[in-house]
């Protein structure tokens, strides 16, 4: 066995890259399963806790091939008689469910697909996502994954991640350890409370998380096996939940203050005890009230990041940095108004002023007076201070009241509309038509998830803005023709940072996550849009070449790690790049002995 075992781990691949250290090629960290691109061409065997064979190997997801295994394979692994005779392709499987999940007319059916085939043939569906990403992505992401997620107890069949509630108090670490996998890379957790701009869904987030992660995995590249999505279930206040009698989680109303806080901590400690210090953990759709105190407490010891706030804000500055070559002018040229002054909005407004700050050598406080928010109560402004929540006090700026977002908008003349409050139809045809009348061509970008709750559709912003917004949103919207000219809104979503920032900091061994790591992805994002993107007034690429995009995120991350000195991969590869692209997960079946 043991013999066999280190045939498997650490790849050994051929030397492929430019490195100092070859120990360190065929995935930055094991590869116990054969699933990086730099192991493509080696044997596998398929362990289980013993080799898989026979009636267990079909059922398991990580090894099945359906009919696509050999007939050398079925001879070998006491397949025979346990499949039809025909051998077929992976790429003629991947056709064919194609084929099947488009004769689904609703979203929440092909999700379904999507979700059985995960639990199926892993691979397959790794295939179909990273080929078909521009149409799976609305499927198993936003915009269907919330929809999955308020009705996730009664299409529940099998269960994904861990699910960890109350009743496991004291005895959270036990539970991790009820987890098939041992090397841990990716965590994304969330306890449910505001999941998109849904609102609390309780136990029934998991969807995020593990939706987040299969996208870790198919645009990132981290393998899955090194993925873990959790949910912490710590009660909900959602009464419709409470009542609904296929609702998954805790009957209960939230637990708050001590409790809360205590479990949290349970929970922290227990990840870093069972996977060590290099276990990149995602807060996902936690509330503001939890999210910026969680980041706050954990970033000195632990590797977090928080996806709403840290990795919108960089995906969104990368989205301004781009739409800057077609607007003109620079950062601090701009003025920004913000609809919703919560984990999104006060994230990407800090970016915003961290890179103004860098570029001008101006103190932060100083940037910080080019940017505004709007939340429920009118403009935030320094009269307001005393009873504003501490991560919005930064911005409260000398101004008279005012009391809502168009007169805002028409009292600070913004260049750039940004909306984060989860709202739906808030920017409305007054406000677009407002900052029209005096932008060439203002930039609006309408953020909250899902599709529901977008700030405006792309038709309602080009038609309003006469064609003239520079438009993007947080959940996939079609192209809109306007006046015979083709519109093309980018989606501004935090999915093109986080897998090649996890990869990133992964591959470098990354202890901590710097605020100029966020910056680095965001920078190297920007750098990916094309001329030919900007002529269809898109700010971001497109998905299609999102592994490309993924790997130069990956290493300008890494590369600030390294240099920051919090990277413990020694030596550093020289070409991160491709480092990068041979740590990704590769879908392909291997070939078993
Ligand atoms: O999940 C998404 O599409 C983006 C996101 O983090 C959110 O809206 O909370
Ligand atoms: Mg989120």
């Known amino acids: 066995?043991?013999?066999?075992?280190?045939?498997?781990?650490?790849?050994?691949?051929?030397?492929?890259?430019?490195?100092?250290?070859?120990?360190?090629?065929?995935?930055?960290?094991?590869?116990?399963?054969?699933?990086?691109?730099?192991?493509?061409?080696?044997?596998?065997?398929?362990?289980?806790?013993?080799?898989?064979?026979?009636?267990?190997?079909?059922?398991?997801?990580?090894?099945?091939?359906?009919?696509?295994?050999?007939?050398?394979?079925?001879?070998?692994?006491?397949?025979?008689?346990?499949?039809?005779?025909?051998?077929?392709?992976?790429?003629?499987?991947?056709?064919?469910?194609?084929?099947?999940?488009?004769?689904?007319?609703?979203?929440?059916?092909?999700?379904?697909?999507?979700?059985?085939?995960?639990?199926?043939?892993?691979?397959?569906?790794?295939?179909?996502?990273?080929?078909?990403?521009?149409?799976?992505?609305?499927?198993?992401?936003?915009?269907?994954?919330?929809?999955?997620?308020?009705?996730?107890?009664?299409?529940?069949?099998?269960?994904?991640?861990?699910?960890?509630?109350?009743?496991?108090?004291?005895?959270?670490?036990?539970?991790?350890?009820?987890?098939?996998?041992?090397?841990?890379?990716?965590?994304?957790?969330?306890?449910?409370?505001?999941?998109l701009g849904l609102g609390d869904l309780g136990c029934q987030g998991m969807g995020i998380p593990v939706g987040k992660l299969s996208l870790y995995t198919a645009l990132g590249g981290v393998r899955p096996s090194a993925c873990l999505p959790i949910t912490l279930d710590v009660g909900t206040n959602n009464e419709q939940l409470l009542n609904d009698e296929f609702y998954i989680g805790l009957r209960q109303r939230r637990a708050t203050g001590q409790e809360y806080a205590d479990f949290v901590h349970e929970f922290m400690s227990a990840v870093k005890q069972n996977y060590g210090e290099k276990v990149l953990i995602q807060f996902e759709d936690f509330a503001n009230h939890n999210a910026f105190d969680?980041?706050?407490?954990?970033?000195?010891?632990?590797?977090?990041?928080?996806?709403?706030?840290?990795?919108?804000?960089?995906?969104?500055?990368?989205?301004?940095?781009?739409?800057?070559?077609?607007?003109?002018?620079?950062?601090?040229?701009?003025?920004?108004?913000?609809?919703?002054?919560?984990?999104?909005?006060?994230?990407?407004?800090?970016?915003?002023?961290?890179?103004?700050?860098?570029?001008?050598?101006?103190?932060?406080?100083?940037?910080?007076?080019?940017?505004?928010?709007?939340?429920?109560?009118?403009?935030?402004?320094?009269?307001?201070?005393?009873?504003?929540?501490?991560?919005k006090k930064p911005w409260a700026h000398e101004h008279e009241h005012v009391d809502n977002l168009l007169d805002a908008v028409n009292t600070i003349k913004p260049t750039v509309l940004i909306g984060t409050s989860g709202k739906g139809q808030t920017f409305t045809q007054e406000v677009v038509e407002a900052i029209s009348s005096f932008n060439e061509m203002p930039i609006i970008l309408a953020l909250s998830n899902p599709t529901s709750q977008a700030e405006c559709t792309a038709e309602q912003a080009y038609t309003w803005s006469k064609g003239r917004a520079v438009f993007a949103t947080g959940s996939p919207?079609?192209?809109?023709?306007?006046?015979?000219?083709?519109?093309?809104?980018?989606?501004?979503?935090?999915?093109?940072?986080?897998?090649?920032?996890?990869?990133?900091?992964?591959?470098?061994?990354a202890i901590r996550v710097h605020d100029d790591m966020l910056l680095a992805a965001s920078e190297a994002l920007a750098q990916q849009v094309t001329q030919e993107n900007f002529e269809k007034g898109l700010i971001y690429p497109p998905f299609s070449n999102i592994r490309k995009i993924s790997a130069h995120i990956a290493a300008n991350v890494a590369a600030k790690a390294y240099e920051l000195g919090l990277a413990s991969r020694r030596p550093r590869p020289k070409d991160l790049v491709k480092y990068a692209e041979s740590c990704m997960y590769s879908p392909i079946y291997r070939n078993y002995r």
């Open 1 to 195: 066995m043991e013999s066999t075992m280190k045939g498997v781990r650490g790849g050994g691949a051929p030397c492929v890259l430019d490195m100092d250290d070859a120990a360190t090629v065929g995935g930055g960290v094991e590869d116990t399963y054969g699933e990086d691109r730099a192991t493509e061409e080696q044997l596998v065997t398929p362990w289980t806790v013993s080799v898989a064979s026979g009636y267990n190997l079909l059922r398991d997801p990580r090894y099945n091939k359906g009919l696509a295994f050999t007939e050398k394979e079925r001879e070998t692994h006491y397949l025979r008689g346990l499949l039809p005779p025909t051998v077929i392709s992976q790429e003629l499987q991947e056709r064919k469910i194609m084929h099947n999940i488009r004769q689904y007319q609703l979203p929440l059916q092909r999700y379904m697909a999507m979700m059985d085939l995960q639990e199926g043939n892993e691979r397959l569906f790794y295939k179909l996502l990273i080929d078909n990403v521009e149409e799976l992505l609305p499927i198993v992401y936003t915009p269907t994954v919330g929809e999955a997620c308020q009705k996730y107890g009664s299409i529940f069949s099998r269960p994904q991640g861990l699910y960890i509630s109350l009743k496991e108090k004291g005895k959270i670490l036990e539970v991790l350890k009820n987890w098939p996998e041992r090397s841990i890379q990716v965590i994304v957790v969330t306890d449910g409370e505001r999941i």
């Open 294 to 391: 969680l980041l706050a407490r954990y970033g000195t010891t632990h590797l977090v990041f928080n996806d709403d706030i840290q990795g919108t804000a960089s995906v969104v500055l990368a989205g301004l940095v781009a739409a800057l070559r077609l607007v003109g002018g620079t950062l601090a040229e701009h003025t920004y108004l913000f609809l919703g002054a919560g984990e999104a909005g006060t994230g990407i407004a800090e970016l915003i002023a961290l890179e103004m700050s860098r570029q001008t050598k101006t103190p932060i406080e100083e940037c910080r007076k080019k940017i505004w928010l709007v939340d429920s109560k009118g403009l935030i402004v320094s009269k307001r201070k005393e009873s504003l929540q501490h991560f």
């Open 477 to 509: 919207f079609d192209p809109v023709e306007y006046n015979g000219k083709i519109h093309v809104p980018g989606q501004a979503n935090n999915a093109y940072i986080f897998p090649g920032f996890g990869l990133g900091v992964v591959m470098s061994g």
